[in-house]
């Protein structure tokens, strides 16, 4: 049934299309699973468990547009997000991305809050930015939240492999409800 529900779940080019949003909000996030094999893979060094890395874009609302396949637990949001080709995909459709700090640098149509350097603050205006942006992005959070309730993404004791089936599903679900 995971399977049929998955073929259903759109593609990110298509999800975009079909949305046409002015703009998209993108985070990534780590799904607890169970340890397989050796876990050095899917262990998150940033959670301090295994897991897997899902990428979400969602419109400015918080609607879910697309969830990623899930990849190993220990991939930086940015890497995870070169991979499944989002920056580039949304600079081609002219769609722009606001993002988290784990995605500065990514380039492209991404805009990401400002970091102070070290031993430095940031300035009135750039904090006053920042706090724009974290309420601009505050739906994602949300749709992560949702993404979440699924009991199989509190702990899943199944393969991480198989996760990707499951987002796919919910994507479906989510989308076509």
Same mark, same amino acid.
């Given at each position: 049934?995971?399977g049929?529900?998955a073929?259903h779940?759109?593609?990110?080019?298509?999800?975009?299309?079909e949305a046409?949003? +002015?703009?998209?909000?993108?985070?990534g996030?780590?799904?607890?699973?169970?340890q397989l094999? +050796?876990?050095?893979? +899917?262990?998150?060094?940033?959670k301090?468990r295994? *897991?897997?890395?899902?990428?979400a874009?969602?419109g400015? +609302?918080?609607?879910?547009?697309?969830?990623?396949?899930?990849?190993? *637990?220990?991939?930086?949001?940015?890497t995870?997000?070169?991979e499944?080709?989002v920056?580039?995909?949304?600079?081609?459709? *002219?769609?722009?991305?606001?993002?988290?700090?784990?995605y500065? *640098?990514?380039?492209g149509?991404?805009e990401t809050?400002?970091?102070a350097?070290?031993?430095?603050?940031?300035?009135?205006k750039l904090?006053?930015?920042?706090?724009v942006?974290a309420?601009l992005?505050a739906?994602v959070?949300?749709a992560?939240?949702r993404?979440k309730?699924w009991?199989?993404?509190?702990?899943?004791?199944c393969?991480?492999n198989?996760?990707s089936?499951v987002?796919?599903?919910?994507l479906?679900?989510?989308?076509?409800?």
């Amino acid at each position: 049934m995971t399977g049929l529900l998955a073929d259903h779940a759109p593609t990110l080019a298509e999800a975009l299309r079909e949305a046409a949003p +002015d703009y998209v909000l993108l985070d990534g996030a780590v799904a607890e699973c169970d340890q397989l094999g +050796d876990g050095t893979a +899917d262990y998150s060094g940033k959670k301090k468990r295994h *897991g897997v890395n899902i990428q979400a874009i969602t419109g400015e +609302d918080g609607t879910i547009l697309w969830f990623s396949p899930a990849l190993p *637990g220990r991939t930086h949001d940015l890497t995870a997000a070169r991979e499944h080709e989002v920056v580039s995909t949304c600079e081609e459709l *002219g769609i722009a991305v606001l993002a988290d700090k784990g995605y500065i *640098g990514a380039g492209g149509s991404v805009e990401t809050p400002f970091k102070a350097a070290m031993g430095c603050e940031l300035t009135e205006k750039l904090r006053r930015f920042n706090k724009v942006h974290a309420r601009l992005r505050a739906p994602v959070e949300r749709a992560f939240a949702r993404l979440k309730s699924w009991r199989i993404f509190r702990h899943a004791r199944c393969s991480p492999n198989w996760l990707s089936s499951v987002t796919a599903a919910i994507l479906t679900l989510t989308v076509h409800t």
